[in-house]
């Protein structure tokens, strides 16, 4: 089983942060623009699930990635990350490049992809 990515978003001016350890006190978290960020919560946002959900293929010890998305200047997927208990290892994209990595594979990880207008998408690994 491994750990969830923490992403956070401003309202204002769409910085976006990655929590390392989100903090439980009462009315408390991260603050941008002198408000409290938004947790972005995976494949919660009214879009094409299959053009933003990671797909991937397992060759040996390692694990393919690709987002079946289209990667235009105003629209595209900045980065892919795969989470475990013990490790995050994150790829960034430009326009005009495919998104696709290739990652250690490991049993029970999770995939994220961000699309720069769509939000965070995740898929578990098997």
Not at 52 to 77: F, L, Q, S, T
Request: hydrophobic share 30%.
């Amino acid at each position: 089983m491994s750990r969830e990515l923490i992403v956070k978003k401003c309202k204002k001016c769409n910085a976006i942060v990655k929590v390392i350890k989100d903090c439980n006190c009462n009315g408390c978290g991260i603050k941008c623009c002198e408000e409290k960020m938004e947790v972005l919560v995976p494949n919660s946002v009214d879009a094409a699930i299959e053009k933003h959900v990671p797909e991937y293929e397992i060759n040996g010890e390692k694990i393919i990635v690709k987002v079946n998305h289209v990667m235009e200047d105003e629209h595209y997927i900045e980065w892919v990350s795969i989470v475990s208990d013990d490790r995050e290892c994150t790829k960034y994209f430009k326009p005009g490049k495919e998104a696709q990595v290739e990652f250690k594979y490991e049993p029970g990880t999770k995939l994220y992809a961000y699309c720069n207008k769509h939000g965070l998408w995740k898929k578990d690994v098997e």
